[in-house]
């Protein structure tokens, strides 16, 4: 079955600091990965996602992920924070051939001035 | 124009009462999912259909009932509302069950039972 851990519910993070969210999955076949943000009273909307054609993965709004399969880790970091990156983020995944997406717990991301 | 709409998108309500949640998607997907998220944020799967036929049918209580007449809309019907149903509930579309599509989601539905 698969799984999604990701370490640290809060991060916070200085306006023009790196920005780093963890996510670890378990999966017993190649997965799909995404990461997901949600503003504060949306819903959620894709950032990026991994489908196997590139281990180094760019998205919207400067974000990327790097897939590391020795690790199984999908990390997501974005090199210079802004205060509109404070939002609630999810790392997801998906077996191929799978119908269910299983999203991990979020991490909260905090700006600070 | 929206992508994928609910209504309502407040809903309070008191125990014991039968409420419905509506969802209707202009992207022209097949697949249609009902997440719900609670107050810790943590995101559960609880239904989806593909063009009209579930396939996801996670464990939760048969006072929840999905129905969808059309492959646009997905509507979610509670019976006998408690209070632990009070939590954000989503609604959320992909253009196939699987493969590597990204789920499109609703602004949510946030259920209060009082």
């Known amino acids: 079955a698969q799984s999604v851990t990701q370490l640290g519910s809060h991060v916070s993070v200085s306006e023009g600091a790196l920005v780093l969210l963890r996510c670890n999955y378990s999966?017993?076949?190649?997965?799909?990965l995404f990461w997901y943000v949600q503003y504060p009273n949306q819903g959620l909307q894709l950032l990026l996602k991994?489908?196997?054609?590139?281990?180094l993965v760019k998205g919207i709004n400067g974000f990327e992920a790097e897939f590391k399969k020795s690790e199984t880790s999908f990390h997501l970091t974005k090199p210079s924070a802004h205060m509109s990156d404070a939002a609630e983020y999810f790392c997801?995944?998906?077996?191929?051939?799978?119908?269910?997406?299983?999203f991990g717990a979020g991490t909260r991301l905090f700006v600070k001035a | 124009d929206t992508a994928v709409s609910q209504t309502p998108k407040y809903l309070v309500t008191q125990m014991g009462n039968d409420k419905s949640i509506k969802c209707e998607q202009n992207?022209?997907?097949?697949?249609m999912y009902w997440y719900k998220q609670d107050s810790k944020k943590f995101l559960k799967i609880m239904f989806s259909?593909?063009?009209?036929?579930?396939?996801i049918n996670e464990t939760v209580p048969n006072r929840f009932s999905p129905k969808s007449p059309d492959k646009a809309h997905l509507n979610l019907h509670i019976n006998s509302l408690e209070l632990g149903d009070s939590a954000v509930y989503f609604c959320?579309?992909?253009?196939?069950?699987?493969?590597?599509?990204?789920?499109?989601f609703g602004p949510g539905t946030r259920l209060t039972v009082t």
């Open positions: 959320a579309s992909s253009q196939v069950p699987g493969e590597t599509y990204e789920q499109y």
């Open positions: 999966s017993s076949v190649p997965p799909y």
């Open positions: 991994y489908t196997s054609a590139a281990t």
């Open positions: 997801a995944v998906r077996n191929t051939g799978g119908f269910k997406t299983i």
């Open positions: 992207l022209g997907h097949d697949t």
């Open positions: 259909y593909n063009n009209k036929e579930l396939i």
